[in-house]
């Protein structure tokens, strides 16, 4: 069964500065994809980010990039020159190949300071 | 990505009643898959609706007390039955758009229910 772990229940950073959001995650299944979702107050789910099993490079997105280390299992979310309107929860998901369902972890409150 | 419309947004209701949330998206898609976020949790998935079959539910969830429709390949509605103060969530539909070996799923901007 795939499982996601996220944690951190909650980061302040200082504005500009550059953060980092843990997730692990567990599956027996070879090909599985890895999501990254922000969900501020209003509550909509925001795609950021996507990384593939067998992707050989990390995901970059803008300000977003993935640190993907597939050996232990972690998908980390990097967010660079960080500004307040990314205050927001943000998830970490997978999905195993072949199946629909979307697993999610238990999300990291973000709180950029100005 | 698409566009992906829910109705209501939020709505406030008195237990023992029903409501049915619309989701509506700009494409014809082949799953769209409903959601539910109790206040301060994750998201867990109710069930995956295709169109001109039966939806498939989660273990937890049954389709007396979240019926679901899925008329065409644009639109799907989740009706919240016999609500509880439990129920009191937000909603959330989604839809699979390919994009690669996985496809991606965008989300609608929900429905915040409260139900008194």
């Known amino acids: 069964a795939q499982k996601i772990t996220q944690t951190q229940p909650g980061m302040f950073v200082q504005e500009k500065e550059a953060v980092t959001l843990d997730c692990t995650y567990d599956?027996?299944?070879?090909?599985?994809?890895l999501f990254w979702y922000k969900q501020p107050s209003s509550g909509e789910m925001i795609f950021l980010i996507y990384?593939?099993?067998?992707?050989?490079q990390n995901a970059t997105e803008g300000r977003y990039s993935l640190n993907f280390q597939k050996a232990r299992k972690s998908a980390n979310l990097v967010i660079s020159a960080s500004q307040l309107g990314d205050s927001a929860m943000y998830f970490c998901?997978?999905?195993?190949?072949?199946?629909?369902?979307?697993?999610f972890g238990t999300g990291t409150r973000l709180t950029i300071i100005p | 990505s698409a566009v992906i419309s829910q109705k209501p947004s939020r709505d406030i209701c008195q237990r023992g009643t029903s409501l049915t949330i619309q989701c509506q998206v700009d494409?014809?898609?082949?799953?769209m898959f409903w959601y539910r976020q109790q206040p301060g949790q994750s998201l867990t998935l109710i069930a995956t609706?295709?169109?001109?079959?039966?939806?498939?539910?989660e273990s937890g969830f049954v389709i007396d007390k979240f019926p679901i429709s899925r008329p065409n390949l644009t639109f799907s509605t989740l009706t919240v039955s016999n609500m509880s103060p439990e129920d009191s969530s937000i909603y959330l539909c989604?839809?699979?758009?390919?994009?690669?070996?996985?496809?991606?799923?965008?989300f609608g901007p929900g429905t915040r229910l409260l139900v008194l």
């Open positions: 609706a295709n169109q001109g079959s039966e939806a498939t539910y």
């Open positions: 990384q593939g099993s067998y992707d050989q």
């Open positions: 998901a997978m999905r195993e190949y072949g199946n629909e369902k979307l697993t």
């Open positions: 989604s839809v699979g758009l390919a994009g690669g070996p996985l496809e991606t799923q965008y």
């Open positions: 599956t027996s299944d070879p090909s599985y994809g």
């Open positions: 494409s014809q898609v082949t799953m």
